[in-house]
């Protein structure tokens, strides 16, 4: 059984960290006109919508967002057969020459995110794939690294990071449970 021990982030807190985060993606890219966002579900989705509309109100400029669902792509799951497909994906949009803004809530050992841009390249061929997470606890397992990271937060294998966010739950934060 899990036990809290810390709230990481409060709802201002995250909502300053996306803030921020929709700022250095303009900044990196030079603007939003060639960006595009997909929310790696489920948090993913609602965090991506909250920078998308950030950018906006930044840019004028309201990219577009997808969602791709990856729970059938992760290598880790062998017990669903030798060539998993993904279910639930709403792309919606062409991502060819475009670049993708992959977003997750928590980075840990970083096989999501792998199987996330294994999903976006068998859609198209993107000019780049960056990734924002809104936490990086460490731990990985495959060279992957955010492009924009909310907060770093060095975590024990025992301890596991939940994230609050509508319309999963009623309030937004990062909390740490051991």
């Given at each position: 059984?899990?036990?809290?021990?810390?709230t990481?982030?409060?709802?201002?807190?995250?909502?300053?960290?996306?803030?921020?985060i929709?700022h250095e993606?303009?900044?990196?890219?030079?603007?939003?006109?060639?960006?595009?966002l997909?929310?790696?579900?489920?948090?993913?989705?609602?965090?991506?919508?909250?920078?998308?509309?950030?950018?906006?109100?930044?840019?004028?400029i309201?990219?577009?967002?997808?969602?791709v669902?990856i729970?059938?792509y992760?290598?880790?799951?062998?017990?669903?057969?030798?060539?998993?497909?993904?279910?639930?994906?709403n792309?919606?949009?062409?991502?060819n020459?475009?670049?993708?803004?992959?977003v997750?809530?928590?980075?840990?050992?970083?096989?999501t995110?792998?199987?996330?841009m294994e999903?976006v390249?068998?859609?198209?061929r993107?000019?780049?794939?960056?990734?924002v997470?809104?936490?990086?606890?460490?731990?990985r397992?495959?060279?992957i690294?955010?492009?924009?990271?909310?907060?770093?937060?060095?975590?024990?294998?025992?301890e596991?990071?939940e994230?609050?966010m509508?319309?999963?739950?009623?309030?937004?934060?990062?909390e740490?449970?051991?």
């Open positions: 059984m899990s036990v809290y021990k810390a990481l982030m409060d709802e201002e807190a995250v909502r300053r960290a996306l803030k921020r929709s993606i303009i900044e990196k890219n030079s603007g939003s006109k060639n960006i595009c997909v929310g790696i579900k489920r948090r993913g989705v609602p965090i991506a919508e909250i920078i998308a509309n950030h950018i906006f109100e930044i840019e004028g309201k990219p577009p967002v997808g969602q669902d729970k059938y992760r290598d880790d799951l062998s017990r669903i057969g030798d060539n998993p497909r993904i279910s639930d994906d792309i919606g949009f062409d991502i020459n475009k670049t993708v803004v992959l997750d809530d928590v980075l840990f050992t970083g096989r995110v792998r199987a996330a999903a390249i068998s859609r198209g993107p000019s780049g794939i960056q990734l997470v809104l936490v990086d606890r460490g731990h397992e495959l060279p690294r955010g492009d924009y990271i909310g907060k770093n937060v060095p975590t024990s294998r025992t596991h990071i994230v609050k509508p319309p999963y739950e009623e309030r937004m934060a990062v740490l449970y051991g």
